[in-house]
């Protein structure tokens, strides 16, 4: 069972917006903001998309956005494209016990 | 270009060793953290450990400390993962990463493409 919790699927039409969640608790998530999230296509390596709950790496399109507010983390990717069909990934600080925490993942399908 | 390449994976019996690899290039290795995640078939991510740049510190997670140890070669750019008395729930994809900022909560920026590891039961 994974530390964080992520809805095990979400979907959007194309040019619509996708909101995905990921809930931990004050001794992560809501204790940093050091929240990351990652894209994965199948057979793929994970990719950083979301550093630091908001910041995007250079080259990751700016449909890609993330929140924080309290426990709960959010993804949200606006103006979807066939592309960000993926498996995507929250990641959190865990503190010095855990160092790094995952959700379980969340599949977007963009019917 | 930051390029991340494991080796060492394949299938090894309950009990037995193995020794994980990752060839770093395109970046100054010795200035960064370095960290091992696994990712079991069909599941999700599992952080496994992480060592300073110095090489001095490593930390685990709780399901392999005391039976993996991590460690790092500056002059071949090279991380490793010694893996020991393994066990069915071991068996993942292992992906080294870059940490990028203050190693204990920093960011993995880039990831290698994974070497899968089979322990047989």
């Known amino acids: 069972q994974s530390a964080l919790t992520q809805p095990p699927s979400a979907s959007g039409s194309p040019g619509q917006s996708v909101t995905i969640s990921c809930t931990g608790t004050r001794n992560d998530i809501g204790g940093y903001n050091y929240v990351s999230w990652y894209q994965q296509h199948p057979g793929r390596a994970p990719r950083l998309i979301i550093y630091e709950v908001n910041e995007r790496p250079s080259g990751v399109p700016d449909r890609f956005s993330g929140s924080k507010s309290g426990n709960t983390a959010s993804l949200t990717v606006s103006g979807l494209q066939a592309e960000d069909e993926a498996e995507y990934y929250c990641?959190?600080?865990?503190?010095?016990?855990?160092?790094?925490?995952f959700g379980g993942g969340t599949k977007l399908t963009v019917l | 270009e930051v390029h991340l390449v494991e080796s060492g994976g394949g299938l090894v019996q309950r009990g037995g060793s193995l020794r994980l690899s990752c060839t770093a290039s395109?970046?100054?290795?010795?200035?960064?953290?370095m960290s091992w995640v696994r990712q079991a078939p069909g599941k999700g991510l599992e952080w496994v450990s992480l060592i300073l740049n110095s090489g001095t510190v490593a930390y685990y997670g709780d399901s392999v400390k005391g039976r993996f140890t991590i460690s790092r070669d500056q002059s071949s750019k090279t991380l490793f993962l010694q893996m020991n008395s393994l066990r069915a729930d071991d068996s993942a994809v292992y992906y080294c990463?870059?940490?990028?900022?203050?190693?204990?909560?920093?960011?993995?920026?880039?990831w290698g493409q994974g070497t899968l590891v089979t322990v047989a039961s």
């Open positions: 395109g970046f100054t290795f010795d200035i960064y953290a």
């Open positions: 990463a870059r940490v990028v900022g203050m190693a204990a909560v920093g960011t993995y920026d880039f």
């Open positions: 990641s959190s600080f865990g503190g010095f016990n855990n160092f790094k925490v």
